[in-house]
């Protein structure tokens, strides 16, 4: 299984961005999805995470209220849905997936897939 990460680009701080990330087998299933970043550096950090029916949603404290994450059932995708955009959201965004993790911990990192990243670059 392939995780397809996009919607990356430029935009100025306070703008908006809608990242998609798309698996390669439309019926595989997932426990678990999550977006995480990093920025020029850093290390990786989590950013959110959302259950596969999703009934359970995580953030990291950085974002919470800005970044919305959401499922698309039909289409095996997770969308992060990122508003009130700061420079300091500048980075490269993850997709990952795993069949067996808990949402609790959805922030460790402790994935199976991961997608290639996306861009997200917040100008002053």
């Known amino acids: 299984v392939q995780l397809q990460a996009s919607g990356g680009g430029l935009v100025q701080a306070g703008g908006s961005l809608r990242l998609s990330c798309t698996a390669s087998?439309?019926?595989?299933?997932?426990?678990?999805m999550g977006w995480f970043r990093q920025a020029p550096g850093k290390e990786r950090e989590f950013v959110a995470g959302i259950t596969w029916y999703g009934d359970g949603t995580i953030y990291s404290d950085s974002v919470e209220g800005r970044f919305t994450i959401e499922r698309d059932y039909a289409l095996t995708t997770v969308y992060l849905q990122m508003d009130s955009l700061r420079p300091e959201d500048t980075a490269v965004y993850f997709c990952a997936a795993d069949t067996n993790l808990q949402l609790n911990r959805a922030q460790t990192g402790e994935y199976e897939y991961w997608g290639r990243g996306t861009l997200v670059t917040v100008s002053s």
């Open positions: 087998l439309r019926d595989f299933y997932f426990r678990v």
